[in-house]
């Protein structure tokens, strides 16, 4: 079955420390995408990827980092610079043809203390 | 500033009535709409779509309308079921032909279907 993974399903860390959340897909799709999910305000973009080795800032990238080495991984790093990491995550891709929707991964909850 | 609205945090519905879900946007740049459906600790998926280019698309039970002059959609679900209980995001998108799409969320309607 295609599809995207996303783990760990739920991540705790310290204040202060980086974390890395891991995001594979196996749909051969070229674009990948991070959101971020806080309550009552929809899904905000991160970081996207339309190509291997290529990735822009979405609309809230501060304190955030990703790689695209290879087409199947976008994996997301929290950084110690993130001030209110703790949030929803999820992963999604798509590809690349005209108006094709969304798939997502089922998320990760990572929280900070 | 918010430029895709769903106004109502929530909704409650008896099983086999009508939900009517709203979704209100700014940007008249928009020409791509998408509604999603969450349950909760899983990633949304994919409903059903619409062009600025039609201001009506059917699948089912769900149907979306769009009224470009008013900037708004909204998705019926007739009839409803318990199992549609679930968040539901409204999207929008320009389209610019490459994989860049990127799509702009509502914060969200959570429906409660009643059995």
């Known amino acids: 079955d295609g599809g995207i993974t996303q783990s760990p399903k739920y991540l705790f860390r310290k204040e202060g420390q980086n974390v890395t959340l891991s995001c594979e897909q196996n749909l051969n799709h070229d674009a990948m995408y991070w959101y971020r999910q806080d309550p009552g305000q929809g899904l905000r973009l991160i970081y996207y990827?339309?190509?291997?080795?290529?990735?822009q800032k979405g609309d809230i990238a501060e304190g955030y980092s990703v790689s695209r080495e290879k087409k199947e991984s976008f994996p997301l790093t929290v950084t110690s610079a993130q001030k209110n990491p703790t949030a929803f995550y999820l992963c999604a891709s798509r590809h690349s043809s005209y108006n094709s929707p969304l798939h997502f991964g089922n998320g990760t909850r990572l929280t900070v203390t | 500033d918010q430029q895709v609205k769903q106004n109502s945090p929530s909704l409650s519905v008896q099983e086999g009535r009508i939900s009517i879900l709203n979704c209100d946007y700014t940007n008249s740049m928009f020409d791509y709409f998408l509604w999603y459906k969450k349950y909760p600790a899983e990633g949304p998926t994919f409903l059903i779509s619409?062009?600025?280019?039609?201001d009506k698309n059917e699948d089912g039970r769900f149907t979306v309308f769009l009224n470009k002059s008013a900037k708004h959609l909204s998705l019926h679900i007739v009839p409803s079921q318990p199992g549609d209980s679930a968040v539901y995001f409204c999207a929008a998108s320009v389209v610019n032909n490459n994989a860049g799409n990127m799509l702009t969320f509502g914060g969200g309607t959570r429906l409660m279907v009643k059995p």
């Open positions: 990827s339309q190509i291997v080795n290529d990735f």
């Open positions: 619409i062009s600025s280019i039609k």
